[in-house]
Protein backbone atom coordinates (compact mmCIF):
# COMPACT_ATOMS: atom_id res chain seq x y z
CA UNK A 1 0.00 0.00 0.00
CA UNK A 2 1.14 3.62 -1.01
CA UNK A 3 2.18 5.87 2.25
CA UNK A 4 -0.30 9.02 2.57
CA UNK A 5 1.34 12.25 2.58
CA UNK A 6 0.63 12.82 6.05
CA UNK A 7 3.07 9.75 6.51
CA UNK A 8 5.74 10.66 4.26
CA UNK A 9 5.59 13.74 6.30
CA UNK A 10 7.59 12.42 8.69
CA UNK A 11 10.48 11.28 7.09
CA UNK A 12 10.77 15.02 5.25
CA UNK A 13 14.06 17.09 6.43
CA UNK A 14 13.82 19.34 3.08
CA UNK A 15 12.01 22.12 1.88
CA UNK A 16 12.96 22.84 -1.71
CA UNK A 17 10.84 25.85 -3.72
CA UNK A 18 10.40 27.17 -6.81
CA UNK A 19 9.73 30.90 -6.67
CA UNK A 20 7.32 32.15 -9.42
CA UNK A 21 3.36 31.26 -8.85
CA UNK A 22 4.84 29.49 -5.25
CA UNK A 23 6.20 32.10 -3.40
CA UNK A 24 4.75 34.81 -5.11
CA UNK A 25 1.63 34.59 -7.47
CA UNK A 26 3.52 33.78 -10.80
CA UNK A 27 2.55 37.62 -11.31
CA UNK A 28 5.25 40.34 -12.16
CA UNK A 29 4.95 44.30 -12.53
CA UNK A 30 7.29 45.21 -14.99
CA UNK A 31 8.17 48.55 -14.62
CA UNK A 32 9.24 51.51 -17.45
CA UNK A 33 12.97 50.23 -17.19
CA UNK A 34 11.86 46.81 -17.53
CA UNK A 35 12.54 45.57 -13.70
CA UNK A 36 10.46 42.90 -12.72
CA UNK A 37 8.78 43.24 -9.25
CA UNK A 38 7.75 40.32 -7.35
CA UNK A 39 5.22 39.86 -4.39
CA UNK A 40 5.85 37.38 -1.55
CA UNK A 41 3.64 36.67 1.67
CA UNK A 42 5.07 37.55 5.16
CA UNK A 43 3.44 34.09 6.52
CA UNK A 44 5.47 32.13 3.74
CA UNK A 45 8.41 33.59 5.42
CA UNK A 46 8.03 33.19 8.73
CA UNK A 47 7.42 29.83 8.05
CA UNK A 48 10.65 29.56 5.71
CA UNK A 49 12.16 31.42 8.59
CA UNK A 50 10.81 29.09 11.14
CA UNK A 51 11.75 25.68 9.43
CA UNK A 52 15.23 27.15 9.07
CA UNK A 53 15.94 27.73 12.55
CA UNK A 54 14.36 24.35 13.76
CA UNK A 55 17.37 22.92 11.73
CA UNK A 56 15.52 22.03 8.34
CA UNK A 57 17.29 22.03 5.12
CA UNK A 58 15.57 24.89 2.71
CA UNK A 59 16.63 25.50 -0.66
CA UNK A 60 15.04 27.66 -3.36
CA UNK A 61 15.54 26.79 -7.24
CA UNK A 62 14.36 29.06 -9.34
CA UNK A 63 14.20 29.75 -13.29
CA UNK A 64 14.24 33.39 -13.05
CA UNK A 65 17.20 35.59 -11.75
CA UNK A 66 16.54 39.00 -9.24
CA UNK A 67 19.37 39.95 -6.44
CA UNK A 68 15.83 41.37 -4.84
CA UNK A 69 14.44 37.81 -4.31
CA UNK A 70 18.32 36.89 -3.11
CA UNK A 71 18.16 39.12 -0.84
CA UNK A 72 14.67 38.81 0.50
CA UNK A 73 15.12 35.11 0.96
CA UNK A 74 18.89 35.53 2.53
CA UNK A 75 16.96 38.23 5.04
CA UNK A 76 15.36 34.99 5.76
CA UNK A 77 18.09 33.01 6.42
CA UNK A 78 18.32 31.06 3.71
CA UNK A 79 21.54 29.98 2.23
CA UNK A 80 20.82 27.98 -1.05
CA UNK A 81 19.17 29.86 -2.93
CA UNK A 82 19.53 28.62 -6.98
CA UNK A 83 18.33 31.74 -9.16
CA UNK A 84 18.47 31.24 -13.13
CA UNK A 85 18.63 27.48 -12.98
CA UNK A 86 17.79 26.18 -16.74
CA UNK A 87 17.50 23.01 -15.35
CA UNK A 88 16.41 22.38 -12.12
CA UNK A 89 16.77 18.43 -11.89
CA UNK A 90 21.04 19.37 -12.26
CA UNK A 91 20.60 21.89 -9.18
CA UNK A 92 18.19 19.02 -7.35
CA UNK A 93 21.38 16.59 -8.33
CA UNK A 94 23.77 18.41 -6.80
CA UNK A 95 21.90 19.78 -3.72
CA UNK A 96 21.21 16.78 -2.24
CA UNK A 97 24.31 15.55 -3.29
CA UNK A 98 26.48 17.88 -1.33
CA UNK A 99 24.33 17.72 1.86
CA UNK A 100 24.14 13.69 1.76
CA UNK A 101 20.17 14.00 1.31
CA UNK A 102 17.91 10.95 0.09
CA UNK A 103 15.14 12.22 -2.44
CA UNK A 104 12.87 10.19 -0.18
CA UNK A 105 13.29 13.07 2.46
CA UNK A 106 12.56 16.02 0.25
CA UNK A 107 9.59 18.00 -0.27
CA UNK A 108 9.19 20.40 -2.98
CA UNK A 109 6.85 22.13 -4.41
CA UNK A 110 6.62 23.89 -7.56
CA UNK A 111 3.66 25.34 -10.02
CA UNK A 112 4.47 24.81 -13.44
CA UNK A 113 6.64 22.70 -16.41
CA UNK A 114 9.61 23.45 -15.02
CA UNK A 115 9.12 21.78 -12.28
CA UNK A 116 7.83 18.60 -13.74
CA UNK A 117 10.68 16.46 -13.93
CA UNK A 118 12.60 17.58 -10.31
CA UNK A 119 8.90 16.53 -8.83
CA UNK A 120 8.85 13.24 -10.36
CA UNK A 121 12.55 13.06 -8.48
CA UNK A 122 11.46 13.55 -4.58
CA UNK A 123 9.75 12.32 -1.49
CA UNK A 124 7.19 14.24 -1.65
CA UNK A 125 5.65 16.43 -4.80
CA UNK A 126 3.24 19.10 -3.68
CA UNK A 127 1.58 22.37 -5.78
CA UNK A 128 -0.47 25.32 -4.81
CA UNK A 129 -4.00 25.18 -5.32
CA UNK A 130 -3.60 26.97 -8.77
CA UNK A 131 -0.93 24.95 -10.39
CA UNK A 132 -0.83 24.42 -13.71
CA UNK A 133 -2.87 20.89 -14.37
CA UNK A 134 0.43 18.93 -15.76
CA UNK A 135 2.11 19.31 -12.03
CA UNK A 136 -1.34 19.11 -9.87
CA UNK A 137 -1.54 15.52 -11.52
CA UNK A 138 1.77 14.41 -10.49
CA UNK A 139 1.31 15.95 -6.95
CA UNK A 140 1.10 13.67 -3.77
CA UNK A 141 -0.31 16.43 -2.03
CA UNK A 142 -2.38 19.88 -3.60
CA UNK A 143 -2.24 22.52 -0.87
CA UNK A 144 -5.64 24.30 -0.48
CA UNK A 145 -3.85 27.64 -0.90
CA UNK A 146 -2.44 29.43 -3.85
CA UNK A 147 0.96 30.17 -4.56
CA UNK A 148 1.96 33.56 -2.81
CA UNK A 149 -0.83 32.79 -0.65
CA UNK A 150 0.26 30.25 1.92
CA UNK A 151 0.72 27.68 0.04
CA UNK A 152 4.41 27.23 1.17
CA UNK A 153 3.22 28.16 4.74
CA UNK A 154 0.45 25.08 4.51
CA UNK A 155 3.27 22.14 3.48
CA UNK A 156 5.91 24.04 6.21
CA UNK A 157 3.42 23.94 8.94
CA UNK A 158 1.77 20.54 8.41
CA UNK A 159 5.47 18.83 8.29
CA UNK A 160 6.47 20.75 11.33
CA UNK A 161 3.32 19.49 12.66
CA UNK A 162 3.40 16.06 12.11
CA UNK A 163 6.81 16.20 13.45
CA UNK A 164 5.89 17.55 16.71
CA UNK A 165 8.10 21.08 15.78
CA UNK A 166 6.31 23.37 15.00
CA UNK A 167 4.52 23.58 18.89
CA UNK A 168 8.44 23.71 19.98
CA UNK A 169 9.58 26.43 17.65
CA UNK A 170 7.16 28.48 19.24
CA UNK A 171 7.22 27.56 23.04
CA UNK A 172 10.93 28.58 22.11
CA UNK A 173 10.09 31.97 21.11
CA UNK A 174 8.15 32.61 24.42
CA UNK A 175 10.94 31.26 26.71
MG1 LIG B 1 6.98 28.53 -11.07
Same mark, same amino acid.
Given at each position: MSKSYKEIMNQITTFIFDV? %????? %?SVHVTQSGEMLRVMNIRDGFAMKAAVESGYNVCVISGGSSEGVRIRLRNLGITDIHLACPDKVENFKEYIDIYN????QVLYMGDDIPDFHVMKLVGLPTCPQDASPEIKEISQYISHKNGGRGAVRDVIEQVMRVQGKWDTYFNGKHD
Amino acid at each position: MSKSYKEIMNQITTFIFDVD %GVLTD %GSVHVTQSGEMLRVMNIRDGFAMKAAVESGYNVCVISGGSSEGVRIRLRNLGITDIHLACPDKVENFKEYIDIYNIFPEQVLYMGDDIPDFHVMKLVGLPTCPQDASPEIKEISQYISHKNGGRGAVRDVIEQVMRVQGKWDTYFNGKHD
